[in-house]
């Protein structure tokens, strides 16, 4: 595809429900990351692939966070038992390669937690 | 956490006139990235200057890098509605990882 796309584009999820947030990267690029955006704020860094590894996963602010790359491309961030305080933007980024390179983003999934 | 702060916060301007938004950070870094999102919107790349660059342009913008006062300016000349926006800058550690750290954003209003 031409750039980055997510699905789903929203998600409502009752507390304590678990989510599943999909990205697929622009193809052949190596280096994935998720962010997370409060309304209002910049986009903080959750974690990193480089191919299937996940070299940097200091971001993510619980063990409730869990991300995978398992073939290199598509990645999914999955939430367990939602809290009120994970409604976010989460956005997906894509690079060529590992350093020093722009990074595309997607359109981002709105979370909202009730 | 956020690496650093923008200024201002939000900016309303007329259409033509030019507006700078200014960005400071804390650590040492390889780049540095300017990101527009519209409201509800994912984060577009707008330009990206490397630590050993002072200035770059592209189009109607103008970035500015000072790594001795770690603070990079942006300047949109001849701004128009469809440059309303949240504007953001964003930096890459030279660390050996490459995640952006983003600043707190300016929110820009351009009016016709």
């Known amino acids: 595809g031409a750039g980055v796309s997510q699905s789903p584009r929203y998600k409502v999820a009752k507390r304590g429900q678990d989510v599943a947030l999909r990205c697929d990267p622009i193809?052949?690029?190596?280096?994935l990351f998720w962010y997370q955006q409060a309304l209002g704020q910049g986009p903080e860094f959750l974690t990193y692939?480089?191919?299937?590894?996940?070299?940097?996963k200091s971001g993510l602010p619980s063990d409730r966070f869990f991300a995978e790359r398992p073939e290199g491309s598509v990645s999914t961030l999955k939430i367990q038992r939602t809290q009120q305080e994970d409604s976010a933007v989460y956005l997906c980024?894509?690079?060529?390669?590992?350093?020093?390179?722009?990074?595309?983003f997607g359109p981002g999934t709105r979370l909202l937690v009730l | 956490s956020q690496q650093g702060e923008e200024d201002p916060q939000a900016l309303s301007i007329q259409e033509g006139e030019n507006a700078t938004m200014n960005c400071s950070y804390k650590?040492?870094?390889?780049?540095l990235q300017w990101y527009r999102q519209n409201s509800g919107r994912g984060l577009v790349h707008l330009i990206l200057?490397?630590?050993?660059?002072r200035e770059k342009h592209s189009g109607r913008l103008r970035v500015t890098l000072d790594t001795s006062k770690k603070s990079s300016s942006l300047l949109i000349t001849a701004s128009r509605a469809a440059d309303t926006a949240s504007y953001f800058c964003?930096?890459?550690?030279?660390?050996?990882?490459?995640?952006?750290?983003f600043g707190t954003g300016t929110r820009l209003l351009v009016s016709p």
């Open positions: 980024a894509s690079s060529l390669v590992a350093v020093g390179e722009t990074q595309y």
């Open positions: 650590t040492s870094i390889n780049n």
């Open positions: 200057i490397r630590s050993n660059e």
């Open positions: 964003a930096t890459e550690a030279n660390t050996g990882f490459q995640k952006l750290v």
């Open positions: 193809s052949g690029h190596v280096s």
């Open positions: 692939f480089q191919n299937e590894a996940q070299l940097d």
